[in-house]
């Protein structure tokens, strides 16, 4: 088990290792394949768009199929955006995977632009991918990963952090 130091509404990111994980590496470009928000640190749980539903879990079942693992913490934030984040997130529990979305980011990628996820991705507010829950709760606190909420990729997300330190403390756990 990590020695778990993190905050509430930091962002778990993930190298997963299955087919799925691995597709969405290879479109990407990069090596982050999934993210979820910590919301809760006593036990540690993380809140994530995993297909069938948005669901809560344990902070270790969500990295023990990962082969490594990151926590970005945005030094910024305040105990009460932090609330706010995981009250928002908490909002999506349950409710079914945002399949029409996906789709609309690989034609994104395999057609090298954003018009779908632009035009296309209306069900996204209501049936989140795992990019998206968690870009669309940091921006209504005005977090931005250099791209439209709609349009993260997990890999924009760890990306966006590690290319500024100054605001992203961005750790491996795994």
Known sequence: MVDFHYLVADILAVHGTDWV?????????GCVSHVGLLIGDNPPVVIEAIAPRVKVRPFYVSIEEASEAWVIHDRRLTNLQRSLLVNRALEFCGEGYGYWDLLMQLCDVLFKTRFFTERLSFRLIHRPICSALDAIDYSQLGVEFGCEPRDATPNDIYEFALSHPEIFTVEKVK
């Open 21 to 29: 994980s691995r597709t969405i590496e290879r479109l990407t470009h």
